[in-house]
């Protein structure tokens, strides 16, 4: 069970950024799948999340400028980033939650900044 997160880098307040998790096993079918992020002195914290059905919470900090979306077929989970601000500066963490099992990615680094 392993799962790789990409698509962090730098982006321009106001920009864009579209952030992809590949998961590894048998699992992601039935996983409910999330992105979590956490800033520098800071805690980690829920960014968004989507069940194996397709139901999508968002925080309240990201809702209307980001989406998460799944593909079962790919084994894939994303997170599009619009309208970036710098306070979303972190590092973005992909979990996978299924019987009882919390799985985390290695992150990736979202730096927003002009």
């Known amino acids: 069970v392993q799962l790789q997160a990409s698509g962090g880098g730098l982006g321009q307040p106001g920009g864009s950024l579209r952030l992809s998790c590949a998961a590894s096993g048998n699992f992601f079918k039935i996983a409910t799948m999330g992105w979590y992020r956490q800033a520098p002195g800071k805690q980690r914290e829920l960014v968004a999340s989507?069940?194996?059905?397709?139901?999508?919470d968002h925080a309240d900090f990201v809702k209307g400028r980001f989406t998460i979306s799944r593909d079962n077929a790919k084994n894939a989970v994303y997170l599009q980033m619009n309208s970036l601000k710098p306070e979303d500066t972190a590092i973005y963490y992909c979990n996978a939650k299924f019987g009882g099992l919390d799985v985390w990615g290695q992150g990736t680094l979202v730096t927003v900044s002009s």
């Open positions: 989507i069940t194996n059905g397709g139901s999508t």
